[in-house]
């Protein structure tokens, strides 16, 4: 009798480890087949190539549009497997244009001294077929932000290539997103 019961704990132990067991293996399935991961990239697989102009710019602050653009082909280069081509050889053009420019003190010292600024950069984009013209897409409001730290050395064009690139990034998750 006493090896009886030790045999229906030693089954009892094993069922509850078995039991966990799948439990984890089930909750783990679970989360990766629902969390939409994928390694493929969000971008339609007829286009391959696109096409950006210099950002038209529509704000008190010149040379933005250059550095945008730059850190938009820089990210795209980087982040997908599209081409940059000229506007002739593109499947889509990816136009840009900067409505608006903030730029504010975050942070002063005791003798009101400037220590920490921002700079923040809204753009409207729009991606159109070039073969159709047909517009792919449109967004409005995306926004990139750069700090300033007067106290390392940091100047307005420090914040603005922060910006620029943060713009980048936000651009190219929304072409990934959209699509």
Do not use: H
């Amino acid at each position: 009798m006493k090896k009886i019961k030790q045999l229906i704990i030693r089954a009892d132990i094993g069922n509850r480890i078995l039991f966990r067991q799948v439990t984890c293996v089930l909750v783990l399935f679970a989360l990766i087949s629902g969390c939409g991961y994928t390694t493929r990239s969000l971008i339609s697989r007829n286009i391959n190539s696109v096409y950006i102009p210099i950002f038209g710019n529509y704000t008190f602050r010149n040379g933005l549009e250059f550095d945008i653009t730059t850190a938009l082909k820089n990210e795209i280069m980087s982040k997908t497997k599209l081409r940059i081509a000229g506007k002739d050889d593109a499947d889509t053009i990816l136009t840009g244009k900067i409505v608006r420019v903030d730029e504010g003190a975050t942070s002063s010292n005791a003798f009101d001294n400037l220590v920490e600024s921002s700079i923040s950069i809204t753009v409207n984009i729009f991606l159109a077929d070039r073969r159709t013209g047909r517009l792919l897409l449109k967004v409005s409001g995306i926004t990139g932000t750069g700090a300033i730290i007067i106290t390392r050395g940091e100047t307005i064009n420090t914040g603005v290539q922060e910006a620029a690139t943060r713009l980048a990034t936000q651009i190219v998750y929304e072409l990934e997103e959209k699509w």
